[in-house]
């Protein structure tokens, strides 16, 4: 099987959208939504975009942006000489 890149753009709207991440429409264009999934705090709207891949982009950088990936280094110590 080929992983194409479609395949990657839909697999990563699917995780987006499990997150809370909408992508809206209007006659101005396209933009995100997100909401925590269990509905506690804030809704975030993103800038409006003329493609809704764009819009999907922002908000696929808004979570990244958003995300805190614990670093342990009892599991990943830095190499030595460092």
């Given at each position: 099987m080929?992983?194409?890149?479609a395949?990657f ?7 987006l ?20 999934p ?45």
């Amino acid at each position: 099987m080929i992983y194409t890149a479609a395949d990657f753009t839909d697999d990563t709207i699917a995780a987006l959208t499990s997150k809370g991440y909408t992508v809206c429409e209007c006659d101005d264009g396209f933009w995100f939504t997100w909401a925590r999934p269990d509905g506690r705090g804030d809704v975030e709207v993103g800038e409006t975009y003329s493609s809704v891949h764009s819009a999907w982009f922002d908000a696929l950088s808004h979570w990244l942006s958003n995300t805190k990936i614990e670093f342990d280094p009892s599991t990943n110590p830095a190499p030595k000489g460092t």
